[in-house]
């Protein structure tokens, strides 16, 4: 039955919308659309505060639930009326369940969270989210808010070992371990980061062509000295052989320049563009025009210093130039 | 002559500019109900079909006059006793019920404020348009931007709270300088909070600690071009490091994330992001403009974010800008930045030297 229509709702008048003699964008609404948000627009002006208005937010929620508007007054009359904030979490549940890929839903959660300063349930709710879609950013996103603001940090690396066994390329969980990993123990113990090394360069061994893996390396290591721990060139090296990857390569050559950087050598430099070359020409050729780039520019700063006495510059004058210094 | 079997490959990849042009034209008439998700941003849903018209250089097949003066019935103006400085902007849409009015003063609402996406694409539809924002009250319109701005640099998107992220700060970030002001945001805060994004592998995320995304890193780089900060923020070995995380999304198109499916739409993302970083002119065209080509919606027009799937506006406005930083021909350049046309940049330029110039002769 429309709203128009019920005598409890006869004392307001609704309010349509007024796009003006030249709509732009408009979309065509049932007449049961329109009733609904013709009055929640005669609400919305009062600012009334009741139950009536309360459950009309949850139709009009139903018919658009990215209706931020509905949901900002939602949560004014939540608090007006003083109303169960476990019911609504039960409440924000089915909805987030339905629409898991909505901001208004996943902020509103939050909110109620906050309000009951109860974050019990989030861990458990958010996996299922992720059970369903494991690279929801949403999702994810509360989750890292949960955890940091409740302290709720012990599980997460079992967490996010747990998935990574489920899919050892889902880059959302490598981005959790990262996460997880820098909020606690952090990266600086040698005994951690050798840890963390290993780990990945194992679940290369059993995935050789994932990006996220390689990042995850580079990034552990790249203001850390990637040319300077222990073994790891050689273990790359070996791998190359038997599991090599665009990847794989690109970490090369990032390897050697920043060796190159702490001691430029002629070999390295050759090294370098070796690799550059061969990424260019075979192993990713989509990208080949950025590796012959690369390679102009390395072939650039770290031009081999007999080329400069050659040429009869001192080298240190010239790099100093190239560095900027 | 070709032969037929040449003939449909040639059909096959052929850009079809006058299916996309009546897309957008209907994208601007009438949305049936199942599109009512999009009520609260419809201008930002005009702004696509407009920049994307454009983009193909078929304005005129809209009334432009009208276009403006439905925009402007979304400005959120000043109240006769200026109260609500702090919720100026551009409303998405109508959905309120506030008359309709494109003129002062503003009505006094207890729920009526402007969302800082609407505010960026607002403003950029009337330049698009031809308009000389003259009717826009910029004070008043900064003044509601400055109220969004949280102490860790981010914005969030209207004044009764929402989530806050770097988008909004890319909003934000085009709102001055389109206006020309900058005393509507703490920049210095901006750029901590997108220096926070930075990811360990070297993209950016939504914020500090959250994976990084091509969307977001397209946040943070257009944002900071458009402060002019964008060396002073990174450092030349942070930048290489973006510019390489960026150009590894390329699989045929682009995806946002590792180990994601590409998707039309960061072909833009992505690319104008690369474009940003000078070195877009090292990935791979061909096969950039094929993925981008096989999401293209043969009979209605526009494009989608996979091969045969629904197109939408934004995948074809983007699909369109993916094509154009290519180099497509018959298409406008893109500002890759301000995701305008150079053509609607130009009127921008023209118009922030008129009002450089009146403000030197008002004493």
Known sequence: MFYRDRKEWADLEPVPQDDGPNPVVKIAYSEKFSDVYDYFRALLKKDERSDRAFA???????????????????????QALQKDLREEMRYITDIIEEQPKNYQVWHHRRMVVEWLNDPSEELEFIADILSQDAKNYHAWQHRQW???????????????????????RNNSVWNQRHFVISHT????????LDREVQYCLNQIRKAPHNESAWNYLKGILQDRGMSSHPG?????????ETHCSPYLLAFLV????????????????????????????????????????????????????DVLLCQGISPLLKSDIKNGV | MLSPLQLEEFEQIDFLRDRHVRFFQRTLQVLPERYASLETTRLTVMFFAVSGLDVLDALDVIDRNNMIEWIYSLQVLPTEDQSNLSRCGFRG????????????????????????????????SLLILGDDLSRVNKQACLAGLKALQLEDGSFCAVPEGSENDIRFIYCAACICYMLDDWSGMDIQKAIEYIRGSMSYDNGFGQGAGLESHGGWTFCAIASLCLMGRLEEA??????????????????????????????TCYSFWVGATLELLDVFQYTNYEKNRNYILSTQDRLVGGFAKWPDSHPDPLHAYLGLCGLSLIGEPNLRKVHPALNITQRAFQHLQQLQQTWRDNAGTCT
């Open chain 1, 232 to 240: 790891l060139l050689e273990q790359v090296l070996e791998l190359k």
């Open chain 1, 254 to 305: 990032d390897c050697y320049e920043d060796a190159l950087e702490n001691n430029n050598q002629k070999e390295t430099l050759n090294r370098a563009l070796e690799v550059c070359e061969y990424l260019a020409q075979e192993k990713d050729t989509i990208r080949k025009e950025y590796w012959l780039f690369l390679q102009r520019s390395l072939e650039s700063r770290f031009e081999c210093i």
């Open chain 1, 185 to 192: 123990t952090g990266y600086s113990s040698p005994a951690i």
């Open chain 2, 93 to 124: 849409s109508s959905h309120i019920g506030i008359p309709y009015s494109v003129k002062g003063p503003g009505v006094l609402h207890p729920y009526d404020s402007g969302h800082v996406a609407m505010t960026y694409t607002g403003l950029t």
């Open chain 1, 146 to 168: 949960v955890i940091q603001e409740y302290k709720l940090w012990d599980n997460e690396l079992e967490f996010v070992e747990k998935l990574l066994e489920e899919d050892v």
């Open chain 2, 234 to 263: 990174l450092s030349q070995r942070e930048l290489d490091r973006i510019r390489r995380w960026c150009i590894m999304r390329q699989q045929s198109g682009f995806h946002g994330r590792p180990n994601k499916p590409v998707d």
């Open chain 1, 56 to 78: 009309l937010t949850a139709e009009a929620i139903e018919l658009n639930a990215a209706n931020y508007t509905v949901w900002h007054y939602r949560r004014v009359l939540l």
